[in-house]
Nanobody, 125 residues
């Protein structure tokens, strides 16, 4: 059974940076795509970015473009999300998910089969 573990969350000030990491325990990301999603209190889970392990394809939501970068760390076997220029509205629990979505559905959490417990990101003004 694959378990996804997110790390790297924390509290930063407006304009700060954080790097989130997603690891797969009991499995790998080879042959899969990894999506980062977030959920703020009282809101639905929303797509942030996705990465296809084989090929390196990347997808970003409008809120992530230009500020966030998704990449893989071959040595650690993780998919990381570098978040720069953070804003208070980025405050949320960030989840990574593993699946095999087609390109048109990478933004849909329902197309992923596994997700982690999430890591909290708090951005203060």
């Amino acid at each position: 059974q694959v378990q996804l573990v997110e790390n790297g969350g924390g509290s930063v000030s407006d304009g700060g940076s954080l790097r989130l990491s997603c690891a797969a325990s009991g499995g790998t990301f080879s042959g899969y795509s990894v999506g980062w999603f977030r959920q703020a209190p009282g809101k639905e889970r929303e797509f942030v970015a996705a990465f296809r392990w084989s090929g390196g394809n990347q997808w970003y939501s409008d809120v992530a473009k230009g500020r966030f970068t998704i990449s893989r760390d071959n040595a650690k076997g993780t998919v990381d999300l570098q978040m720069n220029s953070l804003k208070p509205e980025d405050t949320a629990i960030y989840y990574c998910e593993r699946g095999r979505p087609i390109q048109s559905t990478v933004h849909l959490t329902a197309t992923y089969a596994y997700w982690g417990q999430g890591t909290q990101v708090i951005v203060s003004s």
